[in-house]
């Protein structure tokens, strides 16, 4: 146990990555080579489904996951390298994000022998989706507030309620779902569970949020009498924030927390040229600077998880210092030039426009910055 609760320990890459970081290169090259500037300003909000069949033939789905459940048994660094050669390509990923990055590493650390060999074999493979159902109406990112009950009955539970800016619920095959099986006590975080909810089931109904762009990023989901079976039980009944908790350090420590702007950051650098401005110069210095220390923040995080520790201190710094470069670098771009003014600047306007319009998510996604502060204040003995 670390004395410092703020330890980022340095890293450095394990070796055989550089041929690793090199393999996904070449396949980005030719894969993303007609994909516009534009589209690939969304990052991972773009879907892609035969991309991410794609990804899955070539192990990189599940990496670090045991063969016997369609993984790869690779380091949880490699994982990173394939992953921030990802984005900051900005390949369209979000179809296996979620399941990927935290629905499979929960089940298997709670989830049963049956779970694990029915789920993660069709995750790695790239053929099944998960979305996450943590956020309700009035509880925002308070999740200790979910008021959503599943009520245990004969060979199962029956779950009435709904869930509110679930990303990938229209598309999704499978929901991890967090909701009581008690009423709520005086301890606010006791009596959650979490549960696998087949998205097909009947009383499942999924409503998209449109969001500034005009696109359906988010979802309100609602339950109508869903009954769900006993053995969709992910762990132990009532233990579901312990559980919760350890899967949003996956959720907010990666790289997809300080590379959703990468790709305009690339652009603006073409745009400005070779002699930029006193202030682009400064601006995008600042810039690389950031998103250098947040990588060695994430990197070691990464190596904190594969150790089995619980960074969630750590992985709440990253989110938040995270969303705040994020959101900075459109700012910035805006002003350094006017991309109106000629067409050869196209591909920077098209960028600007889609993260302009994704931008004001990126404090609220994976926990509000007031939550995420909360959080470091308490883990630092603050509050």
């Avoid at 390949?91 to 990055?101: G, L, M, N």
């Avoid at 499979?104 to 159902?133: D, H, M, V, W």
């Avoid at 925002?140 to 009520?151: F, P, T």
């Avoid at 312990?242 to 996956?250: A, M, P, Y």
Wanted: charged residues 25%; proline residues 4%.
């Amino acid at each position: 146990m670390m004395s410092n609760p703020l330890a980022f320990p340095i890293v450095d890459e394990p070796q055989g990555t550089a041929a690793l970081r090199k393999d996904v290169r070449d396949f980005l090259a030719s894969e993303l080579c007609d994909r516009p500037a534009g589209e690939r300003a969304r990052s991972w909000t773009g879907v892609d489904f035969e991309f991410t069949r794609k990804l899955g033939e070539r192990g990189w789905i599940g990496m670090t996951w045991p063969r016997q459940y369609g993984g790869h048994e690779r380091r949880s660094l490699e994982r990173f390298v394939v992953v921030e050669e990802l984005l900051a390509a900005g390949a369209p990923v979000a179809a296996h994000w979620a399941a990927d990055r935290q629905s499979g590493p929960l089940l298997l650390r709670f989830g049963t022998e049956a779970q694990r060999r029915e789920f993660l074999p069709r995750i790695a493979s790239g053929s099944c989706y998960f979305c996450i159902g943590m956020s309700e109406p009035d509880a925002g990112s308070d999740l200790a507030a979910v008021r959503m009950m599943a009520v245990k009955g004969d060979g199962g539970y029956v779950i009435n309620g709904s869930k509110i800016w679930t990303s990938g619920a229209d598309r999704a095959h499978y929901m991890i779902l967090l909701c009581r099986t008690e009423s709520r006590g005086e301890q606010r975080h006791d009596g959650v569970s979490q549960f696998i909810v087949d998205m097909k089931s009947p009383g499942v109904s999924v409503q998209p949020i449109l969001d500034i762009s005009g696109r359906a990023s988010f979802n309100q989901v609602f339950f109508e009498d869903v009954f769900v079976p006993n053995e969709r039980l992910v762990g132990e009944e009532g233990q579901g924030w312990r559980q919760v908790t350890g899967e949003l350090s996956f959720e907010r420590s990666g790289p997809d927390r300080f590379l959703s702007t990468f790709v305009l950051l690339v652009e603006l650098i073409r745009a400005v040229g070779a002699s930029p401005s006193r202030e682009a110069t400064t601006a995008i210095g600042r810039f690389v600077a950031q998103a250098h220390v947040l990588r060695q923040m994430s990197f070691s995080i990464a190596n904190m998880i594969e150790a089995g520790d619980d960074p969630a201190l750590q992985a709440a710094v990253v989110k938040d210092l995270g969303a705040m470069l994020e959101q900075d670098i459109p700012e910035m771009a805006r002003l350094l030039l006017d991309a109106e003014e000629s067409d050869a600047l196209e591909d920077f306007r098209n960028a600007l426009t889609q993260t302009m319009l994704l931008s004001p998510a990126y404090s609220l996604r994976g926990g509000t910055r007031e939550i995420l502060r909360g959080i470091i204040a308490k883990g630092l003995g603050l509050r």
